[in-house]
């Protein structure tokens, strides 16, 4: 282990991991091989490590999810102050007023800590459905910011817009489909007051990445150049127009190309232009989402990053404007997953393997009295080398095949299918063995690495806690939580503790792009070894689902302390589901369950099976599996 560390700098694991390619300043490795979150960017760094030993000592048991506030916070401060330092030095003649989409992560302390952080630059919320549009109005108390309203809109939806605006608040309802502005003019009728109103328009421009079908002529949402026409006409019949004060177009989520982008912004803007033209009294150019993160380096990665971002998106509304002599619009972005991506991560210990154990070594000694599948088996052994690895592999792979046709044609019974098959498996161990310093090996070998990879036992499930990486396939990064000072000397795939055969990760980023392995120290099981999965703080928390009735995750809410030892403080823990909730959830009454067991086992002390003091015992365990957390503890 010395000469691993002798061999091997954090600087080589930071390479290894990408941390600081996804981290963004955000996180590091420290000097002692920890992994540390940074949340004022590279200054003041917090051992993950240490945060996990004080939750521990605090009776709470992994996995749990560690939210960094001050990520959120300063997320919120750079967005805000980098629209305004641009808009400054492009003399841009509006300001900016952004909202964060609730839906990337609902939770309360998440919505309130982006609130408190933006109330200083009037930083507002957007709300997509009813109960989302309910949240918003108790959340967003600054008069001064925005209330932006998405999604399916019914008469309640847009009477609680009614609502917003007639206590003082900035509402903005946004036409998404035609019919909703018959809904708006018949909620509004007779009304000293109206919400403000938005439309939003289906661009022709084309996004890219993941999410591309949310936007151009088939998009879910938005008036077709047609509609947009007859919008305008109707709002001017109705004498409604006035209120018309917000222009929005969505060009996807997390967009890789920042080409993309400049093209939407570019259309965008010219129909900013056009609707003054047909008198519409617009102040809001809103640029929707979009802003993609880092995850990893493959083709869905973004090739720019937030400046550049906001770069494009005020000079081009800025040119646009001056070109065609129009006032400049203030600019409304809805961004979120780069706001709330970074400021949380899951830590969840490794408690085993599902790598079966090793093969027996059979006779390898060629004899005349061999089935002739064995005899063929034995000489794969025999002359494998590495000139003709690939071969024996190959001839190996057909011999199991024709083993296993064999056997289920009554030809081979069990304990000579048993002996072949540990002859292939030891093959198979060899041509690893001999290949193990081969980067470039043929794809059949690349995919016999992945299949004996060691298949790490991790205490979460993926469907809760990364529903992204089963769902669309998402790279999240995947990062040892310690040792990260010596040289990672196995291979390895994940797999959650559900029943399902998809609970698993099992493709990684790397400094050469996607690997379907990931680089582990070599531990004893027993022995504490933490692995931490980043970027979850977007979407990940509430489309988590309940499969195998795993509920939610502990949470440990961190906030910077520099006068503390140790650097930080835990603010807030929030315990997960019991198992008694999620039941609950699930329609179930813990109480009735309870009160059926001790039914049943007082049934069998009656009948002289159980003695009466081993069933007060079986009762009262299953009464309290019921109020434990739902993953091993």
């Known amino acids: 282990m010395s000469s691993n560390k002798n061999n091997w700098k954090v600087e080589d694991s930071d390479h290894l991991y990408q941390v600081s390619r996804w981290g963004e300043g955000y996180f590091a490795i420290n000097n002692k091989g920890e992994l540390v979150v940074t949340p004022e960017k590279n200054e003041h760094q917090i051992s993950l490590n240490a945060i996990i030993e004080e939750a521990q000592k605090d009776r709470l048991s992994l996995p749990f999810v560690i939210r960094f506030h001050d990520v959120l916070r300063s997320q919120v401060v750079k967005l805000n102050k980098t629209f305004k330092k641009v808009m400054e030095q492009a003399k841009y003649q509006g300001d900016y007023f952004g909202v964060y989409p609730i839906k990337v992560n609902q939770l309360r302390e998440v919505v309130e800590e982006i609130v408190d952080a933006g109330s200083e630059f009037n930083y507002g919320l957007e709300a997509g459905s009813k109960t989302e549009l309910l949240t918003v109005l108790a959340q967003n108390t600054n008069e001064k910011s925005l209330t932006i309203l998405n999604g399916y809109k019914d008469k309640e939806y847009l009477e609680l817009a009614l609502l917003g605006t007639k206590i003082g608040r900035n509402m903005v309802v946004v036409i998404e489909k035609y019919s909703e502005i018959l809904n708006l003019l018949e909620v509004v009728e007779g009304e000293e007051q109206c919400p403000m109103i938005g439309v939003r328009v289906k661009l022709n421009s084309k996004s890219s990445g993941k999410w591309a079908e949310s936007s151009g002529d088939f998009a879910k949402f938005g008036l077709t150049v047609s509609e947009l026409v007859d919008f305008i006409d109707l709002l001017k019949r109705e004498n409604k127009l006035q209120y018309l004060k917000l222009f929005h177009f969505h060009a996807g989520s997390q967009i890789p190309d920042i080409k993309t982008i400049k093209e939407c912004i570019t259309e965008g803007a010219r129909f900013y232009t056009e609707l003054i033209k047909l008198g519409a009294p617009l102040e809001y150019f809103d640029a929707g989402g979009g802003v993609g993160i880092n995850y990893e380096s493959s083709a869905y990665s973004i090739n720019y990053n937030l400046d550049n971002y906001i770069e494009d998106v005020v000079y081009i509304i800025r040119d646009i404007c001056d070109e065609k002599k129009i006032k400049h619009p203030s600019i409304v972005t809805e961004t979120g997953r780069a706001i709330a991506a970074q400021h949380s991560c899951v830590v969840t210990n490794v408690f085993g393997s599902a790598k079966p154990k090793p093969p027996k070594m059979e006779n390898i000694e060629r004899n005349p009295d061999d089935h002739l599948l064995l005899k063929k088996m034995k000489d794969c052994y025999l002359e494998l080398n590495f000139s003709n690895y690939l071969d024996v592999y190959n001839d190996a792979c057909l011999y199991k095949e024709e083993t296993l046709s064999a056997f289920k044609l009554g030809v081979l019974d069990l304990r000579q299918r048993v002996v072949i098959e540990n002859l292939y498996w030891n093959v198979c161990q060899q041509i690893l063995t001999m290949t193990e310093n081969t980067e470039d090996v043929h794809p059949e070998i690349e995919q016999l690495r992945t299949n004996m990879a060691d298949k790490l036992l991790c205490n979460f499930s993926l469907f809760q806690s990364a529903p992204d990486s089963w769902a669309i396939g998402q790279v999240l990064p995947v990062v040892p939580i310690t040792r990260l000072d010596e040289r990672p000397t196995h291979e390895c795939t994940l797999a959650d503790i559900t029943c399902d055969s998809d609970g698993k990760i099992s493709e990684f980023s790397g400094p050469d792009g996607l690997k379907k392995t990931m680089p582990?120290?070599?531990?004893?099981?027993?022995?504490?070894?933490?692995?931490?999965?980043?970027?979850?703080?977007?979407?990940?928390?509430?489309?988590?689902?309940?499969?195998?009735?795993?509920?939610?995750?502990?949470?440990?809410?961190?906030?910077?302390?520099?006068?503390?030892?140790?650097?930080?403080?835990?603010?807030?823990?929030?315990?997960?589901?019991?198992?008694?909730?999620?039941?609950?959830?699930?329609?179930?009454?813990?109480?009735?369950?309870?009160?059926?067991?001790?039914?049943?086992?007082?049934?069998?002390?009656?009948?002289?099976?159980?003695?009466?003091?081993?069933?007060?015992?079986?009762?009262?365990?299953?009464?309290?599996?019921?109020?434990?957390?739902?993953?091993?503890?």
């Open 520 to 633: 582990i120290h070599k531990f004893e099981y027993g022995e504490d070894y933490n692995i931490g999965l980043f970027l979850t703080g977007a979407y990940q928390d509430t489309m988590g689902d309940m499969h195998n009735l795993f509920g939610r995750l502990n949470e440990v809410h961190v906030y910077i302390d520099k006068d503390d030892p140790k650097g930080f403080y835990i603010e807030e823990v929030i315990f997960g589901n019991s198992a008694a909730q999620v039941l609950e959830i699930m329609q179930y009454s813990p109480f009735e369950m309870a009160r059926k067991i001790k039914s049943t086992v007082d049934k069998k002390i009656k009948e002289g099976k159980i003695k009466p003091r081993e069933g007060i015992k079986l009762v009262d365990y299953f009464e309290n599996s019921l109020k434990g957390y739902t993953y091993l503890e």
